[in-house]
């Protein structure tokens, strides 16, 4: 079976070039998939992504000054593709950890034994979404990727004028 290996993920993460069909390869996939805290998930820390050493310091940057506004710029328009594709079904993915370095597929907690009791058909379904679930952060990771490769940060002088009140003699009214 041919594999892709990316940079990211747990270790060294790898899965199926092509989907997989037949009852064995889907429950081996759902089941070796690796999880955080019980939901199908995705460690996205820094210095595992395969990013130049540039690239990981406009990261480590990001993440210090303004991770919410990049977060924005970057890879919410890709997880709320995601969410809107599986609206019925009510997955989400989500950023969990301490330090939200990973990416879980949300309103999902499969029992690997379980699993093994499913149809094919249920089986299938659940591929379906775990397999958008991968693919969509492999996108999420090659946007930020290419954001901190195309960007640094730099430090700028800003003069910044404000108002202030300050006390001053009343004039004398004749």
């Not at 290996?5 to 759902?30: D, E, F, M, S």
């Not at 996108?139 to 300050?166: G, N, P």
Request: net charge negative; proline share 2%; hydrophobic share 40%.
């Amino acid at each position: 079976m041919s594999i892709i290996v990316h940079g990211a993920g747990n270790r060294v993460y790898g899965r199926p070039v092509r989907k997989p069909r037949t009852k064995k390869a889907i429950l081996a996939y759902l089941t070796e998939h690796y999880r955080y805290d019980g939901r199908y998930a995705r460690c996205v820390k820094f210095n595992r992504l395969n990013m130049s050493d540039a690239a990981l310091q406009t990261a480590s940057d990001a993440w210090m000054l303004e991770w919410s506004e990049l977060y924005n710029i970057v890879v919410h328009d890709i997880l709320k593709a995601f969410r809107l594709r599986h609206k019925d079904t009510a997955h989400e993915i989500e950023f969990a950890g301490r330090s939200g370095d990973y990416l879980t597929l949300y309103a999902t907690r499969d029992d690997p034994d379980e699993l093994m009791t499913w149809a094919l058909a249920d089986l299938r379904d659940r591929l379906a979404v775990v397999w958008d679930f991968d693919e969509t952060v492999e996108q999420a990771i090659d946007a930020f990727i290419d954001w901190c490769e195309r960007h640094e940060y730099v430090e700028k002088t800003l003069m910044v004028s404000r108002t202030v009140k300050v006390a001053q003699e009343r004039h004398a009214q004749a």
